[in-house]
């Protein structure tokens, strides 16, 4: 069917925002009156983002967030480093208040070193954003061979300083800075990822001296305020320090990189938001309005003509998809059918958090299908045990418990939440020695549970990356390689110091943090690929079904509403959205094969 089936953000884009800085406007009046309806309770001064309550990780005052408090030497250091093309403005402190880093005529990737789209409003030329770099910068702007070059005078800058692994954390930084021919060349994504992947695999053969050398050359080269690529390196660079020091050794981390800067958390965030805020996390950008609009159009489809509907909804974003939903079907020609809405309550403690009970949230909703004239019923499966960390999803798959009934239309509606599952990797990394003879997981158990219900369609929405490699530095390849595009597509159309951008990337690096700073059942941010999510779908008799061309008409719609270099493709059966053609979300939509 065909119709306004996108979330209930949209409706408020101009209206209820977080701060002034608002991706750009929606001229939905209708749809703005609805989404006050259900959020009209919410305190005045939810409008307001104050600063105060923040995550840990957001930026600081200071740009060189972990500046380095270096005495005497630091002259030294800047001498050498000027002297190699890299001019630092100083405000009266050594190191530790560096405000920028500019280049000289050396530098081959130019004096801004800004590679983002400085006005995506007028790339309307889509084959062009898709073949930009991930930095934004065309390929053919790179000298061929200069990475590995500059990468060759790092890494003999840091052999050279082996042997004063003894010294002070200040005097090495010298040592280093004599071998570094051009340190500003170092100043670009793949260069920076190249030192990230080094002091990775430093950690993991527990190399101390080398992770600590390359860890100083980080800090002075990724500002937490800088560019895209400084930005999303320093967080890496965080998340780095924090597993360095769960390693117990705590001469690893650098002088003046102390402990302070990096939060005592399991990489989850603590700042939770107002339904208002929340919307405004949702609206600015597509990574789960994406989902809401290929989901809510297929389930619409899948259900016409039943007079009754299950939702089954596992999910992170608490109930944001719903609204558009239940507007749509209020619209029916033959009438709303009756929906009954059950939440599992078991999302683990990742951003977005929601500063309000799962209860008041089904009062809002019942209130808003009541405005709609639709017969609602909300139900929230609460943990066994609440207080516990990571409760087992499978517990609440009891047919008893989700009160399923006959003569209804179950839809089963998974939106980012399956890949905090544990995989094989987790549980063969958490089991105990008699433990592991299990041929199948919490994930394929899951998947043949929802089958034997005998779903009308489930949705299944994700992010397209593979994160589930014990390795660490394949993980913080593959992390690196994804997490930079939030990063470059705030950077398109907010300002640097906006608080509502500081805000979602500190979100961001709180997934890095988990990413790379832990291991076995604390690290939760396990992504798969949308190719293997294919194929435990498959293992569980299920069938994949394409999504109608008014579903991908209105999913194209709302990426309009966004920066230019968003973008959609279909494989298959299945939507992906795209950020400068790199692959970012996937939605995809499924019935029960034949047995």
Not at 94 to 101: E, V, Y
Not at 272 to 297: C, M
Not at 515 to 530: D, K, P
């Amino acid at each position: 069917m065909k119709g306004n089936l996108d979330i209930m953000g949209i409706s408020h884009q101009t209206e209820f925002h977080i701060s002034r800085h608002t991706p750009m406007p929606f001229s939905d009046k209708r749809m703005k009156e609805e989404y006050r309806s259900f959020a009209m309770h919410d305190n005045d001064n939810d409008n307001d983002a104050s600063a105060e309550g923040l995550n840990p990780f957001q930026v600081t005052s200071s740009p060189m967030s972990w500046g380095l408090s270096a005495p005497e030497s630091a002259n030294t250091l800047i001498g050498h480093l000027s002297s190699s093309g890299l001019e630092g403005h100083m405000d009266g402190n050594p190191i530790g208040t560096m405000h920028s880093m500019q280049f000289a005529n050396d530098n081959p990737l130019g004096q801004d070193n800004q590679f983002v789209l400085k006005n995506p409003s007028k790339l309307k030329d889509v084959d062009h954003v898709q073949s930009m770099s991930p930095v934004g910068l065309s390929s053919d702007k790179i000298p061929s061979g200069n990475y590995s070059h500059y990468y060759e005078e790092y890494t003999t800058a840091i052999s050279s300083a082996q042997g004063e692994q003894d010294q002070s954390w200040p005097s090495l930084g010298v040592s280093i800075a004599k071998g570094m021919g051009n340190l500003g060349a170092c100043h670009d994504a793949n260069c920076m990822e190249q030192l990230l992947v080094h002091c990775g695999s430093a950690l993991e053969n527990n190399d101390v001296t080398l992770a600590q050398q390359i860890m100083w050359v980080l800090n002075n080269i990724a500002s937490a305020e800088g560019d895209p690529n400084q930005r999303v390196t320093s967080c890496f660079l965080r998340a780095l320090v924090a597993r360095a020091a769960k390693m117990g050794n705590t001469n690893i981390v650098p002088k003046g990189m102390g402990m302070d800067a990096v939060p005592p958390s399991a990489g989850v965030s603590s700042k939770k938001l107002s339904v208002i805020e929340l919307a405004g996390f949702v609206d600015l950008t597509p990574w789960h309005r994406f989902g809401f609009s290929a989901a809510n159009g297929a389930i619409a489809e899948a259900v016409e003509g039943q007079s009754a509907i299950h939702i089954l909804d596992f999910g992170i974003t608490h109930c944001m998809q719903w609204p558009t939903l239940i507007d749509a079907l209020s619209k029916r020609p033959e009438g709303p059918p009756f929906i009954r809405l059950t939440v599992s309550c078991t999302r683990p403690p990742v951003p977005p958090l929601l500063d309000m009970s799962y209860q008041e949230l089904g009062t809002r909703l019942s209130n808003f299908a009541r405005s709609k004239n639709v017969p609602f019923e909300f139900r929230a499966l609460i943990p066994q045990n609440p207080n516990e960390e990571f409760p087992n999803i499978l517990d609440q798959l009891q047919p008893s418990l989700l009160d399923l009934r006959e003569g209804e239309a179950l839809v089963v509606n998974c939106q980012i939440r399956m890949h905090y599952i544990p995989d094989e990797t987790a549980e063969s990394a958490s089991s105990n020695s008699s433990s592991s003879s299990s041929s199948s997981c919490q994930r394929d158990d899951f998947l043949r549970i929802i089958r034997s219900f005998e779903p009308t369609i489930v949705t299944l929405v994700d992010e397209d990356c593979n994160l589930t490699c014990a390795s660490l530095v394949s993980r913080l390849k593959s992390a690196f390689n994804y997490l930079w595009i939030p990063f470059d597509a705030l950077d398109t159309f907010l300002p640097r110091d906006s608080k509502q951008r500081q805000q979602y990337e500190g979100d961001v690096g709180y997934k890095i943090e988990n990413i790379i700073a832990f291991e076995g059942h604390q690290r939760i941010e396990r992504l798969e690929s949308r190719a293997k999510w294919a194929q435990r779908m498959k293992k569980a008799h299920f069938q994949s079904i394409p999504f109608s061309e008014d579903t991908i008409a209105e999913v194209k719609a709302m990426l309009d509403e966004h920066a230019a270099g968003w973008g959609l493709k279909k494989e298959e059966d299945d939507l992906l959205l795209t950020w400068k053609g790199h692959n970012v979300v996937f939605a995809t939509a499924c019935v029960p094969a034949q047995l």
